[in-house]
């Protein structure tokens, strides 16, 4: 019988992956990455003077580009599928491609053992200055991606399912960040807990949040063994 191929990684795997690591710097971005639940561009761009040691907080920025297409002779907004402009009436051949910028903020906690981690990084001087800022991991994205892909393969991680496409992915950054996500849904899936998860995620809809729920309960399957189990015994 085939085995069934896990869909998101569990906490241990993850543990397994930090322990793989070879360097301190590696190991703290892994944890960030499960712990924190943010993105490999959030991870990455974490100054020194984001960590609040004292409240055991760090601070994320997102930064997130949208394109947005306007008339050329009115600047009214429009959508892709606009032949004419609903404000002026002109036939839109060559809409103006604006790319608008939206900065999020969130600050979340950061527990114990990880606070310690991170204090141990710093006294060991793992941050980097660039442009004038200490950062705290001081690699590119391709790196990032390299780091954990590394770690996931020495810890003999299996690839992954996409529950979506049904096929097998390895373990990026992304999949660390899913890996929390769903982890905090079996732990607390109440209303509270998904507000709370959806705000620390940094989603705008709690629709995105809640695909989460979906796949990370076994509420169905265990309600339809239910619906059964009075008559068979």
Request: a positive charge; hydrophobic letters at 35%; one cysteine or more.
């Amino acid at each position: 019988m085939a085995a069934v191929m896990k869909t998101y990684l569990d906490p241990k795997e993850v543990e397994k992956m930090e322990a793989a690591a070879t360097n301190q710097r590696d190991r703290l971005l892994i944890r960030l990455l499960f712990h924190l639940g943010c993105r490999i561009s959030e991870a990455l761009g974490i100054t020194v003077d984001d960590i609040d040691l004292g409240r055991a907080t760090i601070t994320i920025q997102h930064l997130k580009y949208r394109i947005e297409l306007s008339c050329p002779i009115c600047d009214t907004r429009i959508g892709m599928r606009h032949t004419f402009c609903p404000r002026c009436g002109v036939r839109v051949e060559e809409a103006v491609r604006k790319a608008t910028e939206h900065r999020r903020v969130r600050t979340l906690p950061i527990d114990e053992h990880t606070l310690q981690l991170i204090s141990e990084y710093l006294a060991a001087g793992g941050p980097v200055i660039k442009n004038g800022r200490w950062i705290l991991f001081g690699i590119n994205r391709h790196r990032g991606w390299q780091v954990v892909h590394k770690c996931a393969e020495s810890a003999g991680l299996s690839p992954l399912l996409n529950p979506d496409s049904g096929r097998t992915r390895g373990v990026s950054p992304h999949r660390l960040r899913d890996a929390f996500a769903t982890h905090a849904v079996k732990m607390d899936d109440s209303g509270d807990g998904l507000r709370l998860l959806q705000e620390h995620l940094g989603h705008q809809s709690i629709a995105t949040t809640m695909r989460y729920r979906k796949v990370s309960g076994e509420e169905h399957r265990k309600w339809c063994r239910r619906l059964w189990e009075q008559k068979e015994s």
